[in-house]
């Protein structure tokens, strides 16, 4: 039976979904506003999105962005992957802790910490600072989503390959790497989206030199936005709804993937 | 040849030492030293004074009701976050969690994780234009005649609030919904066959199961809200300081860095003895519990 009860919860959760939605709206409404200077609506137009093609400064900046997330995936994942298979299980388990500190602290703790050792060896900020940096985040998220999946594996598999007459590395690219392949890819996914997202350890650690999207879009909030900011900010929508529905659809298949 | 045997010896013993130490070398290298860094450099009276120059001149400076309130209002605010989150985050991960079917379930938890995975600034400047003084709100609120002059909402500190509120709900609602979703349905319908009225079931069965995740979600909201530097800089304008802006003013800005280190150090322990007295505050419900039962 029914109540009238039994309708608040829906309502509850539609009221924070129309919460969660309605600035995202907003934003991509105004994206097509014909009008630059005010919020009122003015006619339909594509002309932001022209400008923003047109803009050197903002593919300029996503080069950048794109370079430093993929360098700190990378990183993070080599170093991430190595230690938990080669480290002995557990001194791993041991110091699994010591990865969780870059998660315990506020970013700008750590942020401050960087620019403070950067600037003790009078390390020139830019790009491989912000690698340096991202990578450091990246392990935080790396190392215990990979070691989970790794102690979740069969020993028997792995026991089998030393028995089968294979080296350690040989184990290592052609036993372990393959398990471990979905939890690489989505610590790998996240690692890649919280650099590009990145803005605090970005805004200490970058210097004058090199410019990433967040740094360019704060850039522009603060001198008074453009409506060029809103296509851009549709076009990263579109593009992170898609990563989201791709995450999801591995997500889906991993757990629909026999035990 | 006997140099290449002798390395090749070496790693084969030393391996797992050799491969685990970059990852362990980078964590500490850009982690903890400079935490020491940051420590040693609060007691330094000028940015190049000698290494045994050391004083508490900075930490003197920082005895001042104006540092004490950024501190409170930054840890009040984060705070408010936090409780208003959980309050809000609670009964939508209860029906993500439980109460609804499978499809809609995957449908919601996209709708939810896709502002999550939505560059952060850009979440942060679409309520720009909701709340401006020619935003949406006060377009709409003139058109229906309740207002006559536009409000200014930008710039205040409920603006902010509701800004931190909106960015971290989804910070909140994830592990609570990981933790929910663990409960066993047969264990809520044997409480309610026992005899239990929905209130004593949630309240006694539901919440404990699902402590765990109120804590996550608890250090997840106030850790970062606590020493947040960009919202404060796009919706708070400058009317206050907070942690966070502080920070950023005494490194990026006035570049005085043995008072911002200090600062950041006094600002970290208040952050450390909050999640502390949180974890203590957690415990007590349980012992007071465990005390009933006895």
Redesign the interface.
Known sequence: MRTASSYIMPIAVAAFYLFLYIPIFVLIVFSFNDNAFTYSWLGFTTEWYSDLFASTEVWHALKNSLLIAISSVALSLTLGSVLVFFGSRAAVKRLLLLFYGSLAMPEIVLAVGLLSLFSFFAVPLGAITLIVGHTLLGLGYVVPIVHARFIELDVSLIEASYDLGATKRQTFFSVVLPLLAPALVAAGLLVFIISLDDFIISFFCAGASVQTLPLYIFAVIRTGASPMINALSTLMLLVSSFLVLLFSFLHIHKSRMPK | MKIKEKIKNFIAEN??F???A???L??????????F??LY?SFKRVADSSLHDLTFEHYATLLNSAYFYIIARSALIALGVTILSLL?AY??A???AL?VNRRWK?V????????F???????I??????L?Y???IN?ALLKIGIISEPLHMVNSTYALFLVML?YY?PFMIMPLYSILEKIQHDVLEASMDLGATHWQTFRRITIPLSMSGIKTGV?LVF??A??E??IP??IGGSKYMY??SL??HY??VARD?QL??AF?MVS?LV?ITCALLFNWLCAVPAQVAQKEVE
């Not at chain 2, 938890?109 to 896709?114: E, G, I, V």
């Not at chain 2, 400047?125 to 909701?130: D, E, K, N, T």
């Open positions: 391996g797992s050799i491969f685990s970059p990852a362990v980078w964590q500490v290298l850009f982690l903890y030293v400079p935490f860094l940051v450099s809000c009964p939508v209860y029906f993500l109460k995957n919601l938890l996209f709708l939810l994780t896709l502002p995975w939505t560059n952060f600034l850009i979440q400047y679409s309520w720009v234009f909701v401006d020619n935003g949406l377009m909106y709900l250090f850790v970062p606590f020493g530097f960009a800089a796009i942690v966070g920070v950023s490194f990026l860095n911002g280190s950041t970290g952050l």
